[in-house]
């Protein structure tokens, strides 16, 4: 194993790989998280504005493998974009909540489709509106740069910021707490 | 309090904490201050050009925070774009002014509006032009790459650089200081 | 010579100059590799996203740089977008594949046009997709930000992240080993 | 003085201040110089890409204090793109040559109508094609992340890397050189 992937490893416990290993739905919140926290608009000649947003290529690559591996993955937002959309459909998410003031009903309907537990749930966030949803899933993970308030409450803290990896990482903790990332990473596509 | 919260918490003078107590409004600059000062144009075929503007997920989380305890905000800017009209209806900014090439009328009919006193104001700013507002204020808050002559004359400067979290960072100093972060936190919203 | 270009050259072994000496086609990932990973999608107001791409001037000037010395490039990506058209076009980049999700058809497609052999190739990548290729090719380079299971099969690892520089760095090199660094930065055009 | 400030004017040797004394006239490339370096491209639905320039604000105040001090403005640029002449005319750049693949007519052109000799003519620039002016005139620049090949022939490198305050280090060097940058700071507008 390569050097940065053993200080990876190192930093993951005993306790997170066991909690990681029972995932099977992967719940991800989008500003600040799977974006790197900019809120980008376009002024428009008609006096409106448009959204633009930046996601991360490696953390596509990595929803792609947990896909692969049959991982569920879902995001819950207090926004909401086209560009969201457009990114959510080609990277094949299945769950897409947006305009969510209060991100726990979300939460429970993904719940109930899904008819997971709780403890098969991983949940990614950065700020405030996350704490409800991280108190309660069995993986909660906050981005490199989340807010202090939110790391406090996670189980495991990310070495990337958000919108920089932060995802991709997650699902390198699943997959290698399931002992199935070598063989996913065979199977990664462009 | 988590090590990281202690360590802001460490930085923040006696002084700048009862300052920060008497705060009831809170004005900023915009390019530099709640953006990361970058002057993003785009080319359009007509030969015209629009302007996008990338402000911060974690400042609109705090900006919220802070109408919910109550505390009003506005921004003062020599530029103008339908970017910011949008993103400041969006967090219910009551107060924009565009096209302020003296930012100082501005700031006194912010005054009479709203009846506060000047130490009751607070400003968060990063260049030249903020420096004359910054000089009447209660609390003159200055990003953390602001001009060198901007930080000589602030009482606090902030961690985060312009566009990344500084008025955020100004809203938890306040409420902090008024003893009503924790409430505030536990009402927040996506 | 300068410090930093001394500092570059030490790191690079003798091994990976011999390589680099025997390099007329120099092959690029695109996301990730010749930018810097972001994917930016902007909201149309008819619900449709369009694509943003950032590269880099410094590895533009590379690029032409190596074309002024005959070196031979292409791009092969999972994705496409009108964005990467014409910077590929402005560059005068001879191959562009897009929507490759498996990139070593158009590789091996390159391979027949060019005459070239697997030695005679380099190939610059950042993630899992880019593995099979660099396996084959002469000179295997990942970018400074490249996912650690590339970084262990490359020859060499550039200094620059991804679209900061990589490419750019990786011309640099094929040429101080072809011993004509010196004679094309005087053929430098802007 | 602060501390920041002593810190800047110790890397400043008694020989740049100097030449930086006689500067009337100063002159800029664009890419990587006065933006980060980024060639950003929208997409288009009609298959075109329309071209993306970020600048930076604090370059922008410092242009407006070089102007305010009668000190004469350029760009000269390979590319060309309706958000540079936007950008220009906004800040009144006076000198604004596009799509020059050698600078060198174009800074020709300018030393006429100024009526200037080289040694009173400041140039900032980043890379290959810009060392050719930059050993002609009185004050070469280079910015902090400029080719190295560049940073050897400058008479001064920046501490800001392109597009994050190059251009207002160069101005504040040339205008505390000449002794009126407190006097400039006065006159700020937003």
């Known amino acids: 194993m390569a050097k940065a992937a053993k200080k990876i490893a190192a930093r993951i416990t005993a306790k997170v790989t066991k909690r990681a290993k ?3 739905v992967f719940l991800m919140d989008v500003d600040g998280t799977i974006t790197n926290g900019g809120v980008t608009l376009l002024s428009l000649p008609d006096g409106s504005a448009q959204e633009i947003k930046t996601f991360d290529a490696h953390d596509g690559q990595g929803l792609s493998l947990a896909h692969t591996a049959g991982i569920r993955t879902g995001v819950i937002t207090g926004r909401g974009s086209a560009a969201l959309q457009h990114r959510a459909k080609e990277l094949k998410i299945e769950f897409v909540y947006e ?3 209060q991100k726990i009903a979300a939460y429970e309907e993904i719940l109930k489709k899904t008819g997971a537990s709780e403890s098969m749930v991983a949940y990614l966030g950065d700020d405030l509106p996350d704490i409800t949803i991280m108190r309660r899933v069995g993986l909660a993970v906050a981005v490199g740069d ?5 790391k406090r409450i996670a189980h495991h803290v990310t070495r990337a910021i958000g919108g920089k990896g ?3 990482e ?4 699943i997959l290698k707490s399931k002992g199935i990332w070598e063989e996913m990473i065979d199977k990664a596509r462009a």
């Open 22 to 24: 029972q995932i099977t």
């Open 99 to 101: 305009h969510q003031a």
């Open 146 to 150: 989340a807010a202090p308030e939110v």
């Open 166 to 168: 932060a995802a991709r």
């Open 170 to 173: 997650v699902v390198e903790l």
